[in-house]
């Protein structure tokens, strides 16, 4: 009698992780394949990528369809550009088989989100010479064309160096004009008494 003994495939995703990058960058994909003992090297393998509101747009990377790619001690590490592909969360499948072992294939949803970069215009101020104690009130327009739930902040200081966070607001939509009030101390007038402000913003994928 002869048999022979086979080791199943244990491929991993490890990176993306639920991050968002903008549309047309590259993304990296860093995964193992290993065994019942170790990583294993020499395995044939392919990422797709699918996105989820458009199953049938999916795409691969590969070791020969890539923007970038290196293998080494059993680490799989695939970057692929996502220039005209679609918005919205994807997620990736690893396949993986090698000679003398059971081939397996691993699945990671919501592995990353695509889309575009959120935007801040027309900042202004009701009024720029006034007393401490004084209500000022901050304005600025907000836009995220993917409807992403952001985390805009008010920043103010003394020295257009050090800055200081005054108030955060969960915002989304197109061209929202989002409104700060914030009375300045006495502390604001001694150690100014010129004060700068500024925004930023941040979408929930990064």
Known sequence: YQFTMQSELRPAIIHPN???????QIVTINGTVGDDCSLVENATISYTLTP??????????TPTTNNG???EDGWYNCSISTVNRPKGNYTIDL???KSFYQSNTTTKNDAFNL???????SPAVDHTLGGCGEEYVFTV????????????TLWKSVNNATWTAVESKSVSGISVTVEFKEKFACSDLLSGPLNYFKFN???EFG
Do not use: I
């Open 95 to 97: 396949s993986a088989s």
């Open 201 to 203: 913003t941040s979408a």
């Open 141 to 152: 327009v907000f836009s995220d064309l993917d409807f992403n739930t952001n985390n805009l």
């Open 69 to 71: 790619y290196v293998e």
């Open 18 to 24: 639920g991050e968002g990058f903008l549309q047309g």
């Open 115 to 121: 889309g575009n970069a959120p935007s801040l215009s």
């Open 52 to 61: 989820e509101n458009s199953p049938s747009l999916a795409f691969t990377c």
